[in-house]
């Protein structure tokens, strides 16, 4: 699993690849929480190409509802249905009626792509951002990898997709949803791992500015900021400088692009007090 | 305690090869432990857990330990109780291997079976901390002073406080939202009719939304106040989580701190309100504060249709009279004004303090605000339940 993961540049820890691991045994999704950019929703992305299976997104938004998710009535389509029907006067209404509400009129929508795909991998991102109400159309969907349409019947899966939830925690999500899921916490990783994503994400990059990067935004991250920076920060900001043409990085370099990691008025003047150099300095040691 | 192998302490059972029974037991034991501590291990996390553990087959520890608290924790602050009964369960360092005996294989249905007959966790609920008790003593505490409180008690009320909500009183805006009664929404139905290809359809309607009005709280950090400052600024911090939310201190100099208290941790949100209020435990000048507040801000917009809260015993070294005609100016301008006086509740209390009797004529409401229990009704104030 972790060796099929880490193939396709996304390296995992031991408690994430186990995660991986149940989840597709036992069939049950994994609720992803973490701070931003900690590689929650690349999971997912990692797992499609691992299983070679497609991504089917879902991302949520406040108002987000069944017809947005789960699936709609071809409206227009039925009408010229019914349309063709009068053209090439076929009068039987019950058979017209009852075709109407078919299958082929169905608009899947990516809960239902999910179900109907096989093998694949669901993401529901940022559940958190969904109103409760939302959760509740999950349940069934998670528990029993089924959707129940009223004029169709119950759709069901013949093999359930994988099934990955991320959270940012702006909202308590119920414990309901939860409880049928896999619970993983995303930590900002550590300065040897940060570095080894680093290196797998950009390649081209010289090994001393990402050590450097790396190291000053485990600095970073110790101090009391607003938002702190996320693996995608890290990444952003050796970028940054990589497009500046920097091999290695100084104080007053870190300071002026300071704003491809800190998006935050009081964060940025925060860390333009900090001692760069002395970070820089001690980050060397670090192994 | 039977003579039985299955009645040794479950951490017995752990560490030595044990017929079938004994693994599960362990982990249910486990699973309890978890529960006493306060994680929510249900019934159904339990299933999984189970199943989890018999698909990594119980040999290493860290197997057990990702197993455990993939399954069993549902939240962040789980994570470290988890730890901690981990490490006291199977013990909490290498050797990895020696944790659970190797290679049997576990069964649901004997484990559904001995779950009522395992009475070997007694002793680990024991050591845990008694969760029960404390729930208790939260009852006491909503209606005990907070003046009167120790260090530990102190922290428990921080931690309740940490839970509260402060909504406004809703008023009718001028928006409207799609609803499934009201006014037919012109826009959306005809919207709704082109993409079903001109086809008459469904109406749509609408109605006005309702939104909260801003609260805003202005906060008595004077001397007089000292022993309630902190537990109001907690109560504010935990208010500023709504959207709508400023707070003030008030004492010899007015201080806006809503921006201070926005951190999420309530200690480092105490630690930065402390640092940006310069006028701690000082002399109480209510008027010419109240004037600078209604002239800087609330004149031009943010007291205006708002529930304003004043947290102060209104002890007033200045010209009472000049804090008469700023409350009379506020209330002309606010929709509503509270004072909560944490004084309000001494037996024989009379509003004698000449602030507070210059002010009470344009005061809406007159509250306490003593205890959590009397925050909790000022809450219920600010939300209009009193009036509805």
Known sequence: MRAGLEATGYLVDEGLAIACFLAL?????????????????????????????????????????ASQALYDWDFPRQLLHLRAAEAAGITDAERLESELYDRRFLVARPLLRALETQPSVLLVDEIDRADDEFEAFLLELLSDYAVTVPELGTLRAESPPVVVLTSNRT???????????????????GFGRELAIVRRRLPGVSVRLAEQVTGLVQALRAEDLVKPPGVAETIDWVRALDALGASEVDAELAVSTLGSVLKYREDVERGRGLDFAAVLSGAMEVP | MGGSSSDAPSWLVAQFPAPLKGVDAALLGFARALRVVGVNASAERLHAFLRAVDLLGPTRRTDLYWAGRLTLCGERDDLERYERVFAAYFGSGEPAARAMPAAPVTRLRVVARDATGSRTTTQREAEAPPMAALAGSAEVLRHRDFAQLNTDEKAQLHRMLAAFALRGETRRSARRRPARRGDVDPRRTVRELLRRGGEPSRLLRHTQADRPRRVVLLVDVSGSMAPYADALLRFAHAAVRGPRTEVFTVGTRLTRVTRELSHRDPDLAMAAVSAAVPDWRGGTRLGVLLREFLDRWGQRGMARGAVVVLLSDGWERGDPELLAAQMRRLRRLAHRVIWANPRKARPGYAPLAAGMAAALPSVDAFVEGHSLAALESLAAVVRGADRA
Request: glycine share 8%; aromatic share 6%.
């Open chain 1, 25 to 65: 045994r036992l069939a049950r999704p994994i609720f992803c929480e973490g701070d931003a950019g900690v590689g929650k929703t690349a999971l997912a992305a990692a797992l499609a190409e691992a299983l070679g299976a497609p991504l089917i997104r879902l991302q949520c938004h406040e108002g987000i509802d």
């Open chain 1, 171 to 189: 909202r308590e999500v119920h414990d309901a949803l939860k409880r049928r899921c896999l619970y993983h916490w995303f930590d900002h990783p």
